[in-house]
């Protein structure tokens, strides 16, 4: 993988890690079925891509969210781990509702 390069911000950057919800989030529920929701997917396909560490996790449990990463072609670059409400080591994580779990949450 090639590093991505900043001009004159190279120094600062961080890896920073990355959380993404499942259910509503990375997929929606439909009358026709789970679809992807691929502008979320490809979007933690680019964090991975810049070096950064992304997370898969689900109120359905570690398995569930497996099977998804897997699904979307995303483990096992992702990993998976248990979803939890005190996850301050991860610095954002993206959900489909309003949370509060991490450093940074975004409701998309
Ligand atoms: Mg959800």
Redesign the pocket.
């Known amino acids: 993988m090639t590093e991505p390069t900043y001009p004159g911000k190279a120094e600062v950057r961080t890896v920073k890690r990355f959380a993404f ?5 990375l997929i929606k529920m439909t009358a026709n079925g789970d679809i992807p929701r691929y502008e979320i997917v490809q979007m933690a396909r680019t964090l991975m891509d810049l070096g950064h560490t992304v997370f898969v996790w ?2 359905g449990g570690k398995d569930y969210a497996e099977s998804w990463a897997k699904k979307l072609g995303l483990w096992p670059e992702a990993r998976v781990i248990e979803k939890r409400n005190d996850a301050f080591d991860i610095d954002v994580a993206f ?3 309003a949370t509060s779990m991490a450093t940074v949450d975004i409701m998309v």
């Open positions: 919800d499942v259910d509503g989030t689900s109120g959900d489909d509702h």
